[in-house]
């Protein structure tokens, strides 16, 4: 019985919902009108979605405890990595030896440039140099031309 009414209110539902489709609005356009000239959902993500630079800048903002005008993309491109390190092995770790699909964001703040790695999610973290503030000087960091 419970399936019979819930088949019923969804019946409703659509009848109440084709109306207002129909309806015109207060310039003349139906709600089916205006849908069809409205981007989509795939363009509203692309636009409002953040990129890794994004991500990645607004990690080193807080990491430097800098103004976002101070930093600068050098680069920012998709890379394949040659294994699961993505790039930025640690000594005594092991990772898959896979081909991963991934990004990586060269960002200069002064005369210093940060590598961030990421992989297919699009997370990015900083691949950190041993210097106390993690970047490099200015010169391409290791493997940056590969």
């Known amino acids: ?12 539902a659509a009848v109440l919902l084709g109306a207002c489709g129909a309806a015109p609005d207060s310039s003349g356009t139906t709600l089916a009108e205006s849908v069809s000239t409205t981007s989509t959902v795939a363009d509203t993500v692309t636009t409002d979605t953040p990129t890794v630079a994004d991500l990645a800048i607004d990690d080193l903002t807080a990491r430097l405890d800098v103004d976002r005008a ?4 050098v680069k920012a491109e998709p890379k394949t990595w040659t294994d699961g390190s993505l790039g930025c092995p640690e000594p ?12 990586q964001v060269l960002l200069q703040v002064g005369e210093r440039l940060f590598d961030y790695h990421a992989g ?3 997370i990015p973290f900083l691949c950190a ?10 010169m391409p960091p290791p493997g940056i031309n590969d």
């Open 1 to 12: 019985m419970s399936n019979r009414r819930g088949m019923a209110a969804l019946a409703v």
């Open 92 to 103: 005594g770790m092991s990772y898959t030896q896979t081909l991963v699909d991934g990004w």
């Open 70 to 73: 101070s930093v600068s993309v």
């Open 129 to 138: 140099s041993p210097d106390q503030d993690g970047g490099y000087d200015f």
């Open 120 to 122: 297919a999610d699009g």
